[in-house]
Nanobody, 124 residues
Framework: VQLAESGGGLVQAGGSLRLACAVS????????IGWFRQAPGKGRETVSC????????YYGDFVKGRFTIASDITKNTVYLQMNSLKHEDTAVYFC??????????????????WGQGTQVTVSS
């Protein structure tokens, strides 16, 4: 399965962005998709995850109430709507896929296939 992120950019604090993860070579019913981020000098952390078929959804504590993950099965695309952005949300955002299903927010090591990432910069 191949993944391609889009939608990153520069936004002021308090603004919004919507990231898209286009999935090819596989069906969203069969894969869980996660969104992750990595800021300069920091490790990769899980932002959100949705189980296959747009079922269970999980969020990192630092984004609850601000970010929303959603799948468009018809487009084989998973979106991450990011509202009330903060300077500390600045990072490269990645999406990734795995055949596993989860009962809680998973770590990056649980995922097999990764996109190239998209830069999100929030100015303060």
């Amino acid at each position: 399965v191949q993944l391609a992120e889009s939608g990153g950019g520069l936004v002021q604090a308090g603004g919004s962005l919507r990231l898209a993860c286009a999935v090819s070579g596989g069906d969203l019913y069969d894969y869980s998709i996660g969104w992750f981020r990595q800021a300069p000098g920091k490790g990769r952390e899980t932002v959100s995850c949705v189980n296959g078929g747009d079922s269970e959804k999980y969020y990192g504590d630092f984004v609850k109430g601000r970010f929303t993950i959603a799948s468009d099965i018809t487009k084989n695309t998973v979106y991450l709507q990011m509202n009330s952005l903060k300077h500390e949300d600045t990072a490269v955002y990645f999406c990734a896929a795995t055949g596993w299903k989860f009962v809680k927010l998973p770590g990056p090591g649980e995922f097999d296939s990764w996109g190239q990432g998209t830069q999100v910069t929030v100015s303060s």
